[in-house]
């Protein structure tokens, strides 16, 4: 068991996702081909895919995890397609927003003030919403940098 967070662009060693073909609920294991088959099967596609969906949610595992498993595990473990990161280089952007507000950190409680754009992309058919990496910088350093004091000595020349 991971004791550090997985990055986006990771693959779990196992995740649940469903047959495309057949709806079936199945078990991933990173590096193996082909998959096995879950004992929480309710042979309906929708129920097996929210059963999927929230179990990996729980572990953190993003839905583009769950498709580059899938896919490395159908056309092997070296198609771009089994690569997490493919899948983000491949978004389309689709337009920005200004937003002002509050945004909450989701692990320490905090709301972060925010005057910035909201980036939307599309990735494998879903909208997702960014922020650009420079207001990240902002809010993670913003308190730690301060302007130094001013001194109230005067530098001169050599005497």
């Given at each position: 068991m991971r004791n550090?967070?997985?990055r986006r662009n990771e693959l779990p060693e196992t995740c649940f996702s469903i047959l495309p073909?057949?709806?079936q609920?199945?078990?991933i294991r990173c590096g193996e081909r082909g998959y096995y088959p879950?004992?929480?099967d309710t042979?309906?596609?929708e129920e097996n895919r929210e059963i999927a969906s929230s179990h990996n949610a729980r572990r953190g595992i993003t839905d583009i995890q769950e498709a580059a498993m899938l896919a490395g595990s159908m056309f092997g473990w070296n198609t771009?397609?089994?690569n997490?990161?493919?899948y983000l280089d491949n978004a389309r952007y689709v337009n920005s927003n200004i937003v002002?507000?509050?945004?909450?950190?989701?692990i320490m409680s905090v709301y972060y003030p925010v005057s910035s754009f909201l980036l939307r992309y599309e990735i494998m058919g879903k909208q997702h919403f960014y922020l650009p990496i420079s207001f990240i910088f902002t809010v993670t350093s913003g308190n730690r940098l301060k302007r130094p004091k001013k001194s109230s000595k005067r530098v001169t020349g050599s005497k």
């Open positions: 550090e967070p997985m073909s057949s709806g609920l199945i078990i879950s004992e929480w042979g309906k596609r771009p397609g089994a997490p990161q493919w002002q507000g509050h945004i909450k950190d989701p």
